[in-house]
């Protein structure tokens, strides 16, 4: 054997030697087959295997997304609206992954489209729109049942679009524009009912302030005005007046009564006896000045 003979199968050795080493990354497992058979996982790091007779798959083992297509769907109230979604996934079982489905890709995205067509049929156009995190909740429930046997998770669903047609979009926008001005006249009539209310209240309170001080004011004059009556009476009775000093006073009244302005004065009827008091006054007089000028005339 001639050195370029063995240069050659050297050559040969070190190719398939180097063949023989395998590296594995932190996010991937190895899976080995020998003869076609599936023999063993490998964790990350440095592997040998014996090229020709082994082989290896590797499996990626972070989470990845599934960009579901968008789609016509028919909802309860028979209306088409285009929905598209993404699906986050992570392998929990490299081996299901391999050997139990031959493109987890393509299958979970028809299994997406399929259960998503089926979630949003059960729904009304405007529960559709508002039902988002339900449908999500729901969807990913399914679609982790469904995948559990080829070896996945699916960890979350969400739905980037759910477009009605133009025309319905155009009627929901009115409604929406016609609700709004709905409850903003709503608001307008409260805000005057309730200013008129208050209004109403604070003119009822302001009446019922000035008729109660208008009844303090009454109260206390009619007070004042009994206290002073009591007062007088007090003081006449206290001072025992006669006869000859009420016919006085009364005298006093009828001056300041004549001076006034009328033409006629009608005198009550208890004034007959006040007359009768002055009568006396005046014999009463009469026989003091009689005495009087005899004794003058006697001096004289």
Known sequence: MNTFTLIVIAVVLLIIAAKGIKIVRPWEKGLIERLGKYQRT????????????????????REQVVDVPPQAVITKDNV????????????????????NVANFYL??????????????????????????????????????????????????VELQRIEPPSDVTEAMHRQMKAERDRRAMILEAEGAKKSAILKAEGQAEAIKKVADADKYKKIAIAQGEADAIQSVYNAIHKGNPTNDLIAIKYLEALQSIANGTASKVFLPYEASGVLGSIGGIAELLKEKVTPTKKKEKETA
């Open 107 to 156: 299958a979970a995205t028809k299994l997406a489209q399929t259960n998503l067509r089926n979630l949003i049929g059960d729904l009304a156009l405007d529960e559709s729109l508002t039902s988002r995190e339900v449908i999500n909740t729901k969807l990913r429930q399914i679609l982790d049942d469904a995948t559990d046997k080829w070896g996945t998770k699916v960890t979350r």
């Open 80 to 99: 088409a609206v285009d929905v598209d979604a993404v699906v986050y996934y992570e392998v929990t079982d490299p081996v299901k992954v391999t050997y």
């Open 42 to 61: 490998a964790d990350s790091g440095l592997t040998i295997i014996f090229p020709i007779v082994e082989k290896m798959q590797k499996v990626d083992m």
